[in-house]
Structure formats: C-alpha cells, structure tokens
C-alpha cells in the first residue's frame, strides 16, 4: 500500500524548535526527489523544502532558509525537516510528498499531515 505519514507536529512558541518526519512507502521514496510543503488556513500551499534522491542536495522556499533543514535517511525511506527558530507565520499543516524531479511540483500520494502551530 502506497503511502506517506508524517508525524512531529505541535504547538510551540516563537523562537522554538520541531523536528517534522515522514515514512514513505519504498516505491515512491526510491529514487525520487522529496518534498515538504505546507498550507496555512486560507492560503495556498506552498512548497518548504526539496531534497533530491540522494540527499545531496535541497532547496527551501525564502522564508525558512537558516532555520529549516531538510534531511532524509534512504535506508529507512524517511524525510525529516529540522525547524529552529519558528515563527507564527509558520503555522500551517505540512505535508510531505514525491516531487517531480527539477521541479519543485508535489505529485502522488498525500499523507494526513501534521498541524504546526506557533504561538508569538
């Protein structure tokens, strides 16, 4: 069964810490870049951070660079996202998902997400 659950979340005041983490089925880890993304209320959903199938390299959406720190463990098809130094602005529920490879477009299989709130 194809799947993806991320877990981590919580509530946390400003300036706090969360390590998100993600379980993905093997199919649709292996070999593909993986993405968090995130979607407050009323907002659309935007992508956070990217890193690619072998975790050499990763990009993050402006807001979060130096505080955000994408990592994944390829033999265990876990993507985690170190969040230092949250903001309220980060409030959101995040996401993990596959991302089509030079893009930064989710594409699959959704998870149930995990609720991030920061408290200023």
């Known amino acids: 069964q194809v799947q993806l659950v991320e877990s981590g979340g919580g509530l946390v005041q400003a300036g706090g810490s969360l390590r998100l983490s993600c379980a993905a089925s093997a199919e649709i880890f292996t070999g593909f870049p993986m993405g968090w993304f995130r979607q407050a209320p009323g907002k659309e959903r935007e992508f956070v951070a990217i890193i690619s199938w072998n975790g050499v390299s990763s990009v993050y959406t402006a807001s979060v660079k130096g505080r955000f720190t994408i990592s994944r463990d390829n033999a265990r098809n876990t993507v985690d996202l170190q969040m230092n130094n949250l903001k309220p602005e980060d409030t959101a529920v995040y996401h993990c998902?596959?991302?089509?490879?030079?893009?930064?477009?989710?594409?699959?299989?959704w998870g149930q997400g995990t609720q991030v709130t920061v408290s200023s």
């Open positions: 998902a596959t991302v089509l490879a030079g893009t930064t477009r989710p594409f699959g299989s």
